[in-house]
């Protein structure tokens, strides 16, 4: 189940807004990429905390067309960490690496222009 900013897990209520309504968009996007609930919330809480109070060394990884398909890259490095042949194809699992990685994510569109920011 989505939430928003009035309607919310208990655990979320006793939260700085700005903590909470990050942690609302970091469940929401954990339960998209398939988490239970039960995970989605702590992993929502610690990732928000870190994100509003201070963890500004979070790693940023890319989603860009590659010549071989798309790549998830660490931003500013020139290896590919995964690349596949369709962007949708390489979501889900970039998506998980960089949520094991406490990281952000930004993903490109064939164009080269930035389509989205997921983690940040």
């Known amino acids: 189940m989505p939430w928003n900013k009035n309607d919310y ?3 979320f ?10 942690a609302i968009e970091i ?6 990429d398939g988490y239970e609930e039960g995970r989605a919330i702590p992993i929502a809480l610690d990732q928000a905390r ?5 963890d500004s060394d979070a790693p940023v990884y890319e989603i860009r067309k590659h010549s071989e398909g798309w790549q ?4 500013d490095s020139k290896k590919a960490i995964l690349i ?3 962007k949708d194809d390489l979501m ?10 406490n990281g952000e994510l ?4 064939e164009d080269d222009s930035l389509q989205e920011k997921l983690y940040e």
């Not at 998830?72 to 931003?75: G, V, Y």
């Not at 930004?106 to 569109?109: D, G, K, R, S, V």
């Open 9 to 11: 897990p208990d655990s």
């Open 106 to 109: 930004h993903i490109y569109a």
């Open 27 to 32: 469940a929401n996007a954990l339960l998209r």
């Open 84 to 86: 596949e042949d369709t």
């Open 50 to 54: 870190d994100t509003v109070e201070g």
């Open 72 to 75: 998830l890259k660490k931003k």
């Open 13 to 22: 209520k006793n939260l700085d807004e700005a903590v909470r309504n990050k």
């Open 92 to 101: 889900g699992e970039a998506k998980r690496y960089v949520n094991r990685n």
